[in-house]
């Protein structure tokens, strides 16, 4: 038990109290410390009785004061200050196992931490924890939680997910909410698996639970080429995609009245499925589910035609530019009438909108953040780019410096000859890079 103290922030309660780097935590107020939940719970009193051993293996204590929540400034060799949770499932939409061989390491771990639900937003599916694990979440108070549901059914459950547990840790999900955990879930959505009677059960026992389930995000399975020896699956067809958007936005009627609170969504990608209008602004209330796709487009819509309004009351003259918007084929029409509006106001810019084939992962991913550096050089090799290639910033991994496919950005830059600007998905940053400001 305890872990290793990599080093001390300069100035922090623990660095003017003689707590060195090398030294094990062991305890907090006479609780063991295990990894960074125990850590961050512990640590936010004022008075902290904090138990150490150094590396000669003899313990001490250290009492100090600071002010409540005030970090301690203790750093460790991993952020979790433990082992990350791998998944113990074999789901038969799972996207990783649809992962071309030859890629980075890094894209074919499955996590299953409950720990990066709460610290990042990543999403668990609780068959990781025991009883214990439960207590200890409810204890701590560490809300909310997301969660991969993907049906309320617990044979369907434990037939998709493939773990004899996947059914028994729905309970987990009934003890959170209970306890005042609220969760956020997600249904990945498969035809002939979970849709139809199966999601009207699972929207049904999601709602028994209560206000404490904040949200519910309804997504379609994602499909690669690289499906040789896994389940057999398909993408929706467009009534298919309808049908789906008129059971979501029926319970979201429901939820609305019982709760106060819509609840349950369908992603973005239903309703171009399906060829129907995004839902209006208000629709997502406060978009709890940007991450998996819900109301994305909307907001972007929203923020952009803000963004134009500010920039004509305000009189701004861009100087004469081209530029180029790569994306995927959802975001495409939209893009496309977000470069029309700009040239309308703007003659002197230009921007042209590339759609960008998924030819790596396979045409049925449409996303633009699953396109590849590759596919970009190969589609808009010899074409007309301008002075710069706007990509979305979500195309690049976190650090912005490499595709999905190990590609840089630099090197597209090399083969296109010019610039490649990541953007964030905000409707402000998108309208400043399209006129260059």
């Given amino acids: 038990m305890g872990v290793w103290i990599k080093q001390v922030e300069s100035g922090s309660p623990a660095q003017r109290h003689g707590i060195e780097a090398g ?14 939940l125990d850590y961050r719970f512990y640590m936010t009193e004022r008075r902290l009785r904090i138990l150490l051993q150094r590396a ?9 004061r600071k002010d409540e929540y005030e970090d301690l400034g203790l750093e460790f060799e991993t952020y979790l200050m433990d082992k990350q949770m791998g998944c113990r499932n074999a789901c038969i939409f799972c996207f990783v196992d649809q992962m071309p061989p030859g890629m ?24 990781n924890l025991k009883e214990g694990d439960i207590r200890r979440i409810i204890k701590m108070h560490i809300s909310p ?21 996947a059914g028994k840790a ?29 999601l009207e059960y699972s929207l049904q026992e999601l709602a028994k639970l209560g206000p404490n389930v904040q949200s519910i995000a309804v997504v379609p399975v994602g499909l690669t080429k690289y499906r040789e020896g896994l389940t057999t699956l398909r993408g929706f067809f467009p009534q298919e995609a309808k049908e789906v958007l008129q059971t979501m936005e029926r319970w979201g009627d429901r939820f609305l009245k019982e709760y106060g609170a819509r609840t349950a969504y369908a992603s973005d990608e239903f309703y ?15 978009f709890a589910q940007l991450e998996n796709g819900v109301g994305m487009m909307t907001l972007l819509q929203h923020d952009f035609a803000l963004a134009l309004q500010e920039a004509l009351a305000q009189g701004v003259q861009p100087a004469a530019r081209e530029a180029t918007i790569a994306t995927g084929v959802l975001a495409y029409p939209m893009m496309c009438d977000f470069a029309q509006r700009v040239q309308q106001h703007f003659p002197q810019v230009r921007v042209r909108v590339k759609k960008i084939i998924n030819d790596f992962f396979g045409h049925t991913s449409t996303v633009a953040g699953l396109s590849t550096g590759q596919d970009l050089i190969a589609q808009l090799k010899g074409e007309t780019v301008g002075q710069q290639l706007l990509i979305p910033a979500n195309m690049l991994r976190h650090e912005q410096d490499k595709f999905l496919d190990d590609v840089t950005p630099q090197q597209v830059e090399e083969a296109l000859g010019v610039p490649v600007v990541p953007v964030e998905n905000d409707g402000f940053a998108l309208l400043d ?4 400001m």
Avoid at 56 to 64: N, P, W
Avoid at 272 to 286: G, V
Avoid at 433 to 436: I, S, V
């Fill in 433 to 436: 890079a399209m006129l260059g």
């Fill in 56 to 64: 000669d293996g003899k313990e001490r204590m250290v009492r100090l």
């Fill in 170 to 198: 729905l309970d987990f999900i009934k003890m959170l909410t209970e306890g005042g955990i609220k969760v956020n879930t997600q249904i990945v959505l498969c035809p002939g698996y979970n849709d139809g009677e199966e």
């Fill in 272 to 286: 171009i499925l399906a060829e129907q209008p995004f839902p209006d602004y208000d629709f997502y209330e406060d």
């Fill in 104 to 127: 980075r390491k890094s894209l074919y771990f499955k996590d299953d931490d409950t720990r990066m639900s709460f610290l990042f937003g990543n999403y668990t599916t609780l068959t």
């Fill in 23 to 36: 030294e094990k935590l062991l305890e907090i107020n006479g609780h063991p410390i295990a990894d960074v």
């Fill in 145 to 165: 939680i997301n969660i991969s549901v993907h049906t309320m059914n617990p044979e369907l459950r434990v037939q998709m997910m493939k773990n004899p547990f």
